[in-house]
């Protein structure tokens, strides 16, 4: 068990729709990390967040948003759905910048 | 563009035999090089990492060995088990006025065959 929790596990919905999906770090974590992994582009990194800033940006699509909260949970909200966002979203965070990352075992998104 | 290729997609290797996974980078400012196992239904999860200062780091069966001058990690899993049957991914980063997110190759799966 890494301590990164991710709710909900799976995720099934329509074209169109949106969702959010959330991420409780590991305690003491104060970097998240939010990654899509599909078949064909594998592992990709989307958007990081630090102590509630946003630091950097991925492969993020515009109708994809996030961000952390005070208490540092993250969430990453997916909009206008399509069908090619089906994938696993893995969220995954660190001490600090230059720390190892820690991942959570995934939302599994399935657009219908 | 890849900026971090992993070979071979595919490994099958008996019982007790080493394994033996590669990766190469085209980015020179990468500094941490980790990698990661998966299991189905599972997240990836950090196995052992190497910064460039270094040419090879042990951590029981698991070594990474990492060539600076070619641009090259490796990682070898002594005595596979079976239990060692899953997804590998090398992957990179890199600090400064980065983020340090992971650049991740596209993995291997491993099969320990008794």
């Known amino acids: 068990d890494s301590g990164v929790t991710q709710t909900p596990k799976h995720l099934i919905t329509a074209t169109g729709q949106r969702v959010t999906l959330r991420c409780s770090p590991r305690?003491?974590?104060?970097?998240v990390y939010w990654y899509q992994q599909s078949l064909d582009q594998g592992l990709q990194f989307l958007i990081q967040?630090?102590?509630?800033?946003?630091?950097a940006k991925g492969n993020i699509l515009e109708r994809f948003s996030a961000q952390q909260f005070p208490d540092l949970h993250s969430e990453l909200n997916l909009s206008s759905l399509e069908l090619g966002d089906s994938a696993l979203y893995f969220c995954?965070?660190?001490?600090?910048?230059?720390?190892?990352?820690?991942f959570g075992d995934g939302t599994r998104l399935s657009i219908l | 563009q890849q900026q971090v290729k992993q070979s071979p997609q595919s490994l099958i290797v008996q019982k007790g035999g080493i394994s033996i996974i590669n990766c190469a980078y085209e980015?020179?400012?990468?500094?941490?090089f980790p990698w990661y196992q998966q299991f189905p239904g599972k997240g990836p999860a950090l196995l052992i990492a190497i910064r460039p200062d270094v040419s090879e780091k042990k951590e029981g069966r698991f070594t990474i060995s990492f060539n600076k001058s070619a641009k090259q990690f490796s990682l070898h899993i002594m005595d596979s088990q079976p239990g060692d049957s899953a997804t590998y991914f090398c992957?990179?980063?890199?600090?400064?006025?980065?983020?340090?997110?992971?650049?991740f190759g596209k993995g291997t799966k491993l099969s320990v065959i008794p």
């Open positions: 995954a965070s660190s001490v600090g910048l230059n720390q190892p990352q820690h």
């Open positions: 967040y630090y102590n509630g800033e946003e630091r």
């Open positions: 305690s003491g974590d104060l970097s």
């Open positions: 992957a990179a980063s890199m600090g400064g006025a980065g983020s340090y997110q992971l650049t």
């Open positions: 980015n020179t400012a990468f500094d941490y």
